[in-house]
């Protein structure tokens, strides 16, 4: 995650990344992986947008992904 020198996953795709990460007991990755959302939240966006600066909030679903990791892989909160 940390080599730029390979491409980097998208907000909307970082999804499967914390996924991938819970899936492989790297669970504890979750919180080092929030920086670009809270970017979005020091811009004052009160959506999550769906790519990094320049952007402006539209409230992408898929850049939504922490909301359902914090209850997945920090509570243990699963869908049944």
């Known amino acids: 995650m ?19 990460l819970e899936k492989h007991g790297m669970g504890k990755e979750f919180n080092a992986q929030l920086d670009d959302w809270r970017a979005m939240l020091d811009m004052g966006l009160t959506t999550f ?26 509570l243990g909160v699963n869908p049944g």
């Open 2 to 20: 940390a080599d730029k020198s390979i491409t980097q996953t998208t907000l909307y795709f970082r999804f499967y990344l914390l996924e991938a």
């Open 49 to 74: 947008a769906e790519n990094p600066e320049p952007t402006r909030s539209d409230c992408h679903a898929w850049s939504a992904a922490p909301n359902y990791q914090f209850l997945s892989t920090v």
